[in-house]
């Protein structure tokens, strides 16, 4: 049901790009560049820091105005978060984990330019999940332990959130942005103590990319 309505949302919004980008000079490209994502929740014995991961995929710039554009999107996106925790009661004893993230994601980018080449950038993304892992290694008394969790059945599937970005055009059709994304949904749908996840965790990732106009 919830892949369903992510196609629905997708043709939609697709289909709405079509008809305004109709008579207009578009620009097709290609993006890569770095993630450094996190998840946020509410307060938890557990300690998180952020991870690196890799974004790539296609972008249509859309001239609306003189000063406004329309920038819709198609990345893949690896996201997720660094885990921790450290029983003080316990010597010797402690816990890593990694939660693996990957998503397609499909924002849609107004833009404003300020100056010739330099805008700014606001707009909602819709995020379809493709993986949830978690790896970790735990230590109990000195013994260590490896393993890994599939999450994907305890995760909502779709990922809701905006972003907000600097974007420049270099002249050789060159061009970079800077963007933060805030997601408003939660990545799983209920928390579970044995998979060391928390129902109100929420995707925030900082991304810089590269990319190329045709």
Sequence with gaps: MIMKKSMLILYTLFLSVTVIAQNKKVNVGLKAGLNISSLSFD??????????????????????????????ELLYSQQGTKTSFFDGDVTNSSYKGTIELNYLNIPLMLKYYVIKGFSVQAGPQLGILLKADHKYQDNFLGYKNYGSFNLFDHSSGVDTSVNLGLGYQFKDKIYTDLRYNLSYSNVFKNGDTDYFINKDMKNRVFQITIGYFF
Excluded: C, D, H, R
């Design 43 to 72: 307060e938890s014995e557990l300690n998180s820091s952020s991870k690196a991961g890799f974004t790539a995929g296609l972008m249509v710039e859309i001239p609306m105005t003189e000063k406004f554009s329309l920038q819709p």
